[in-house]
């Protein structure tokens, strides 16, 4: 193949679909850096705690790709939120925390949301490169939203939806 959309996908220009696709995830990734990181602070169960550590990893190898990704277009990104201050969680007033089952509702429904777009941007996309790139967040994010499930019925945090336990006898 020639002309514009030939040859190494890499040098192929990003259409604006793509601009802002990867441009979102670097801004979702960073606003989800400064809450997981407050979650920790929160958690009290160490099983959930390294749930946090790989959402954080995570967060942070995808705002390193995407603002490379975004820079080597000449694309500015989202800017970086300020780091929280360290705190323990015998500091934090009782009212005011957030509940090892809270923290793990929220992680499982922010592991839904990414599964949507990163399928989204796959869907969108005209660079392999960035198909690719969603591909992998997704796998990553379909691997830890399993372990969320897994730990959240293990330890009892699960709020199922109402389950049908009898069916209806047909006729």
């Given at each position: ?112 949301a990414g599964l949507v777009a990163c399928s ?52």
């Amino acid at each position: 193949m020639t002309g514009i959309l030939g040859g190494n996908s890499k040098d192929e220009p990003m259409h604006y679909g793509e601009i802002f696709g990867v441009w979102q995830a670097s801004m979702v990734a960073k606003g989800a850096l400064s809450c997981y990181r407050a979650y920790l602070y929160h958690a009290g169960d160490n099983d959930l705690k390294k749930l946090l550590g790989a959402l954080i990893d995570q967060a942070e190898l995808e705002v390193s790709e995407c603002d490379t990704l975004l820079a080597d277009n000449g694309i500015a990104s989202a800017p970086t939120m300020p780091n929280r201050p360290e705190a323990k969680l015998e500091d934090i007033p009782v009212g005011a925390r957030f509940t090892d089952p809270e923290i793990a509702a929220k992680i499982a429904a922010d592991s839904a949301a990414g599964l949507v777009a990163c399928s989204q941007v796959m869907g969108l996309s005209i660079r392999e490169d960035i198909g690719a790139l969603f591909a992998k967040y997704h796998l990553t994010k379909a691997a830890i939203g399993v372990k969320i499930l897994n730990l959240s019925k293990k330890k009892g945090w699960l709020i199922p939806p109402p389950l049908q336990v009898k069916r209806p006898e047909s006729e």
